[in-house]
């Protein structure tokens, strides 16, 4: 079984930054793309940042300029460096891997969410 276990959400005024952590452990070959979600309140969950294996990334047009989606292969960890936040902003931010198994499966993976508010 494949683990997420992310941290570094919560409270912060707008303007403000947040750091996300995810690290992915248990029964792990390899990790292919990383990535992070988030869903604010009565709305879809829906992509925010990816990283390959490789180091490409991607962002929504939200985020672009604002946020950096970085990974350490050796960790097995992904990070999202969140500035210049703002309301919109809010949601639980969920992180995503597409993981190879020590059993030779392929299957995305997420974490239990945490959650991100920006209030003054």
């Known amino acids: 079984q494949v683990q997420l276990v992310e941290s570094g959400g919560g409270l912060v005024q707008p303007g403000g930054s947040l750091r996300l952590s995810c690290t992915a452990s248990?029964?792990?070959?390899?990790?292919?793309?990383m990535g992070w979600y988030r869903q604010a309140p009565g709305k879809q969950r829906d992509l925010v940042a990816r990283?390959?294996?490789?180091?490409?990334?991607n962002y929504s047009d939200p985020v672009k300029g604002r946020f950096t989606i970085s990974r350490d292969n050796a960790k097995n960890t992904v990070y999202l460096q969140m500035n210049s936040l703002k309301p919109e902003d809010t949601a639980v931010y969920y992180c995503?891997?597409?993981?190879?198994?020590?059993?030779?499966?392929?299957?995305?993976?997420w974490g239990q969410g945490t959650p991100v508010t920006v209030s003054s």
């Open positions: 995503n891997a597409d993981v190879l198994t020590v059993d030779a499966r392929r299957g995305r993976y």
């Open positions: 248990g029964s792990i070959t390899y990790i292919y793309a």
């Open positions: 990283i390959t294996s490789g180091g490409s990334t």
